[in-house]
T-cell receptor, first 117, second 114 residues
Framework: GAVVSQHPSRVICKSGTSVKIECRSL??????MFWYRQFPKQSLMLMAT?????????EQGVEKDKFLINHASLTLSTLTVTSAHPEDSSFYIC?????????????FGPGTRLLVL | GENVEQHPSTLSVQEGDSAVIKCTYS??????FPWYKQELGKGPQLIID?????GEKKDQRIAVTLNKTAKHFSLHITETQPEDSAVYFC?????????????FGQGTILTVHP
């Protein structure tokens, strides 16, 4: 399968600081990437759809000014959690969509564990 | 929007037995149904997927069936092994303006006892 990486894998930060998470598709180009959030023992919740060269589309209830998404190239999308608070602590996972024309497949990164103190 | 229901929430089997996980979806426009395996602390791994133009797909010990009329699809794992223990998620891809967006089921914790 395709390879998607995330960095960092784990981050601890102080309340009020900003944290940037990178998502890279290593062996394919992805015009579309997705950012998910997952709480313990729960399913994945889509936060936003990241499209290369354009603004991200956020799901209802997700603050776009708090979760800044940039998709500047076909292999890199970044999620910045601004002014992080303890309630932002979670497992953040990105996915990248490969293929086109009805043959798209989504591959996920390994996730980033964020702990805000 | 799309709604995906997954059952059971937990499934415990003996090594060598079969395991079946079922999902239903609500949006008849959905046309892509992947299954992911997630191990503790890791991202989901795609294990098999099916598109609406086929009814069944098999890959070694794993198979997926799709019934578009009833709007449900199932994951079948045969000859289960302890390393199959993980959380399994089904998903459905929305059509229309939300093309490509996945809606996930609640997950099934599969435990395979040696």
């Amino acid at each position: 399968g395709a390879v998607v990486s995330q960095h960092p894998s784990r981050v601890i930060c102080k309340s009020g600081t900003s944290v940037k998470i990178e998502c890279r598709s290593l062996d394919f180009q992805a015009t579309t990437m997705f950012w998910y959030r997952q709480f313990p023992k729960q399913s994945l919740m889509l936060m936003a759809t990241s499209n290369e060269g354009s603004k991200a589309t956020y799901e209802q209830g997700v603050e776009k000014d708090k979760f800044l998404i940039n998709h500047a190239s076909l292999t890199l999308s970044t999620l910045t959690v601004t002014s992080a608070h303890p309630e932002d602590s979670s497992f953040y996972i990105c996915s990248a969509r490969r293929g086109a024309g009805g043959a798209e497949t989504q591959y996920f990164g390994p996730g980033t564990r964020l702990l805000v103190l | 929007g799309e709604n995906v229901e997954q059952h059971p929430s937990t499934l415990s089997v003996q090594e060598g037995d079969s395991a079946v996980i079922k999902c239903t979806y609500s949006d008849s426009a959905s046309n892509y149904f992947p299954w992911y395996k997630q191990e503790l602390g890791k991202g989901p791994q795609l294990i098999i997927d099916i598109r609406s133009n086929v009814g069944e797909k098999k890959d070694q010990r794993i198979a997926v069936t799709l019934n578009k009329t009833a709007k449900h699809f199932s994951l079948h794992i045969t000859e289960t092994q302890p390393e199959d223990s993980a959380v399994y998620f089904c998903a459905a891809s929305e059509g229309g303006t939300s093309y490509g967006k996945l809606t996930f089921g609640q997950g099934t914790i599969l435990t395979v006892h040696p």
